[in-house]
């Protein structure tokens, strides 16, 4: 009993979404983007408003000029999950957002994790968004706000949150409540274009400002002009640790502490595969594009980086607004406002923007989230169909009859903006964020190696156990058949799970004691020798299984190795997260299972859903219903 208690249990966690007919206005669409296109909807989505909230902190605290080698690393790492992202997306015949692709393809319990994760992304980047556009205002104005609530409220603020409550930011997010839930928004793509524009010129701006006002020696910095800085200064806010001085101040853990946060600023490659259906020529320009506009970003980060960190000794950095008191540092101060006006307006780059509040640029964010989309696919509701799924509750689904917006969802997301934004720095919404884009990928990373080896075919039960009697005889080392099987893809996916494990295990150890290891400490060294031993063994346990044949017009190279190191990368990222950002991560993670195990995974997709339960995966080049 309690054996088929738990198999039923197993089953409604992997059961599959099936998806719907492709919609006339999809159908319309298909082949109709180039390279080109793909190119400029990743550089879009990816070069946004990352880089002006988040520079300056992982300048001065985390990396210092060093910052521009995380920006490698993170970089890099993006590339490995985009080409693994490729394929998971190639598995699913139309468009569509990668909670669909992750429900319809691994399971309920993946496409909840995806799409209660992406939830919590789009609710943090509404509240980080609203945070910088008060800063860069209030630095606009002379810091007088931040001023007169910090000697107010930080002595009785505590040191796990911001030095004192933003209620400007607040203020901003309540507004956008209140203009979103009562009139609505109209789309104007037009303006998006500018504030891209706009948001490029100044990018382009501050990089040539570094080249012209740049210093080399401030790549070379000492105790000793650490200490004169210190006795010079008269700047309003306080010089920022040392470290060790010179080009990495911070050491490796620096870098990848700094990687682990920049990661977020190249998010966004999965906008090029949820898309990847009107590609005119899929297994070409997709591939293209993601490297293409990674490497775009990344020139683009590194530029601004470097000329900030030249411009100013990192120590020295603002954290708040770091690119407006530069250009007071090298006695530019009227640049700054229009470098200011040129941040408003890309904090304000999205693809929907209210004619109402266009001088209201942070409001952006929840029209862009919850607003009806046009033609493309992944501006789907996420909400409201997570709650169509079954997901989420029912009053998610309430909309607002004169105005067509989803105004209970609209109302809990935004006030959990709020919150947010009000009570937490920047700098630790960012870290949830992008703990939360490596653990997506990380779960994308996972399975495509295991969807490679899992068998297509249905089989039936005499079949399995004829199959399943005749693998206990054979080696794991020979397979006896060429196509996968039931047997070969547990086996695969049992080896995958524990790769899993090992590769955490060997990076909390090499996170938490690197000198030991590579100094030759007999303990950790020998711990983590064996455990590359076990990992090279098991990884040749997968290779050994048979790939599944069937057709996808991309297929990530070098399998199984590729994704194992995308999820290694990925998993030693992770742990140089904070624990107060560890701890953020668990309480909302926590929440999330707790509505799924008390009601998502107790309510059907639809009446027959039993139907659509069985555990093959579904056919690449078939049609769905």
């Known amino acids: 009993m309690l054996l088929q208690y738990a198999r039923q249990f197993g089953q409604k966690l992997v059961r599959r979404r099936p998806l719907g007919p492709r919609e006339e206005t999809e159908r319309h669409t298909v082949g109709c983007l180039d390279t080109l296109d793909l190119v400029v909807i990743g550089v879009r989505r990816m070069l946004g408003a990352g880089v002006h909230i988040l520079v300056g902190a992982v300048a001065k605290y985390i990396a210092g000029p060093a910052i521009v080698l995380s920006f490698l690393v993170a970089a890099l790492s993006s590339l490995l999950s985009g080409l693994c992202c490729i394929e998971f997306g190639a598995r699913v015949p139309r468009s569509g957002s990668m909670y669909l692709y992750s429900y319809s393809i691994m399971g309920q319990v993946y496409g909840f994790i995806i799409g209660w994760n992406r939830i ?15 800063y860069t205002f209030d630095s606009l104005i002379g810091n007088h706000i931040s001023q007169a609530l910090e000697e107010t409220f930080s002595p009785y603020m505590p040191y796990y949150l911001a030095k004192y409550p933003s209620f400007f930011t607040l203020g901003l997010v309540l507004l956008l409540l209140g203009e979103t839930t009562g009139s609505g928004s109209s789309v104007l793509p037009q303006v998006n274009k500018v504030f891209m524009g706009i948001n490029i010129s100044v990018l382009s701006f501050i990089i040539v400002s570094g080249i012209i006002k740049g210093d080399l020696h401030n790549w070379k ?11 010079e200064s008269k700047d309003i806010y306080s010089l920022g640790p040392l470290g060790s001085g010179g080009f990495v101040p911070f050491g490796l853990d620096g870098i990848l502490r700094g990687a682990a946060l920049c990661f977020y600023m190249f998010i966004g490659f999965d906008s090029i595969v949820t898309t990847g259906e009107r590609a005119q020529n899929p297994q070409r320009s997709i591939p293209i594009s993601i490297v293409v506009s990674v490497l775009i970003c990344f020139v683009v980060y590194f530029g601004v980086s470097a000329a900030l960190t030249l411009m100013v000794p990192y120590y020295q950095i603002h954290p708040d607004s770091p690119f407006l008191q530069a250009f007071l540092y090298v006695g530019w101060g009227p640049a700054r406002y229009v470098v200011g006006v040129g941040i408003l307006c890309a904090l304000s780059s999205r693809e929907r923007m209210p004619w109402s509040l266009l001088l209201l640029h942070v409001l952006t964010p929840l029209c862009f989230l919850f607003q009806p989309p046009e033609h493309h696919v992944h501006h789907v509701w996420l909400i409201y169909t997570m709650e169509e799924d079954g997901l989420l509750f029912r009053f998610l689904a309430r909309i607002n009859v004169r105005t067509r917006t989803h105004i209970t969802a609209i109302m809990i997301s935004g006030k959990l903006a709020g919150v947010l934004a009000l009570l937490f720095h920047v700098t630790d919404l960012m870290d949830l964020m992008s703990l939360r884009s490596l653990l997506a990928n990380l779960v994308v990373d996972f399975s495509v190696l295991v969807l490679r080896y899992h068998s297509d075919q249905n ?95 991309f297929r990530v190279p070098a399998l199984p190795v590729l994704p194992l190191v995308s999820i290694f990368v990925n998993v030693y990222l992770m742990v140089h997260m904070t624990t107060w950002t560890w701890v953020l991560f668990g309480i909302w993670m926590g929440i999330g299972f707790a509505i799924y195990f008390g009601y998502g995974i107790r309510h059907k997709l639809e009446e027959n859903s039993e139907q659509h339960s069985s555990l093959h995966l579904p056919d690449a080049g078939q049609k769905h219903p």
């Open 120 to 134: 919590l992304s789009l609710t943090v980047g509404t509240a980080c968004i609203a945070w910088a556009w008060s």
């Open 221 to 231: 910095l000492t105790e000793q002009d650490y200490t004169l800085n210190t006795s």
């Open 459 to 553: 089989l039936s039960k005499n079949q399995r156990t004829e199959e399943e009697t005749e693998m206990q005889l054979v080696s794991l080392w020979f397979p006896p058949s060429t196509i996968p099987t039931r047997k070969s893809g547990q086996i695969a996916y049992g080896c995958a799970s524990m790769l899993v494990l090992l590769l955490t295990i060997l990076s909390l150890i090499l996170a938490q004691w690197p000198s030991q290891v590579f100094s030759g400490d007999p303990v950790l060294t020998t711990v983590a020798v064996l455990l590359l031993l076990l990992i090279t063994g098991v990884t040749v346990i997968i290779w050994r299984q048979p790939q599944s044949p069937t057709a996808l017009h």
